[in-house]
């Protein structure tokens, strides 16, 4: 894995401004007077996140609903404005070239709005058109391992099936980086398997990948380092296994001794490691 960077954020903040209500009332006879007054408060969703990644690497923001995992990603995809800080994706300024970042990057969302009523290769094809790529329909779905529902509506599709359409989607333009937002929320454990070895595939052959997700295991086995978030600033960063020596070293155990297998993998055990489909 190369060490040049290719996404850099340096003190990159966003606020929002939040509205709140205070309503008074004043009676004069039978007539209520009701005075509003809007008064604007202003917070910050991030607040000064800064790191850098490497080419071919995958990595994984994690942490709590809200604590920011979702629009530091969409700000580095160009979805969201940032009030400050800088941000350079493959060498290029975010602020004076987001059109040519746009055409490197790939980006799967945690809800993405497909036409229901057309089927995969119509969806490719216009996706392809947005992109203005010339593609191979089947090759993709061969990707993802969906070539025999390559005639089926979006709207049939299970949902481990819609996401690893999704990922199709985002390798129609040969992105240098991909973006995956929370990818196996909701999946079932076989599924959410099958999702991981696609990934990891992707991976390996040179894509750098950046990952949210809320499940620790999958953060663990797919990414080279972990990024730690918490109220809109990144608490730490560093690989799985230096976090976890890093608490070890504070004194830290575990209430429980840890079992060499989890109920998941006995799942997957007794039905089955290639995925079924629904």
Not at 42 to 71: C, M, P
Not at 84 to 107: A, C, H, Q, T, Y
Not at 149 to 178: D, V, Y
Not at 230 to 238: N, P, T
């Amino acid at each position: 894995m190369s060490t040049e960077k290719i996404v850099e954020v340096t003190d990159v903040k966003m606020a929002y401004r939040r509205t709140r209500h205070r309503v008074s009332s004043l009676k004069q006879t039978a007539i209520e007077t009701i005075k509003r007054r809007m008064e604007y408060e202003q917070f910050f969703a991030l607040n000064g996140v800064s790191f850098d990644i490497a080419r071919g690497e995958t990595v994984s923001i994690i942490g709590r609903n809200g604590a920011g995992k979702s629009t530091t990603l969409e700000i580095i995809e160009t979805l969201r404005s940032k009030t400050s800080g800088e941000i350079f994706v493959d060498g290029m300024n975010l602020d004076k070239s987001p059109n040519d970042i746009k055409r490197i990057i790939g980006v799967q969302l945690q809800t993405s709005g497909y036409y229901p009523n057309l089927n995969l290769i119509e969806l490719l094809h216009l996706f392809a058109g947005l992109y203005n790529e010339t593609i191979d329909p089947f090759a993709l779905l061969d990707k993802v391992n969906l070539r025999d529902k390559s005639k089926s509506k979006f709207k049939e599709m299970s949902g481990g099936q819609k996401q690893r359409f999704s990922i199709a989607t985002t390798l129609i333009n040969k992105p240098k980086i991909i973006f995956l937002d929370e990818p196996t929320t909701g999946l079932d454990p076989q599924a959410r398997r099958n999702l991981w070895e696609l990934i990891k595939e992707i991976r390996d052959q040179g894509t750098t990948v950046i990952i949210t997700t809320h499940y620790m295991d999958e953060a663990e086995v797919l990414c080279d380092r972990v990024a730690i978030i918490d109220s809109g600033k990144i608490i730490a960063i560093a690989t799985p296994d230096q976090l976890i020596d890093d608490l070890v070293a504070t004194g830290f155990e575990r209430p429980k001794e840890v079992k060499k297998a989890s109920l998941e993998d006995v799942f997957i055990k007794l039905t089955g490691h290639v995925l079924r489909e629904e």
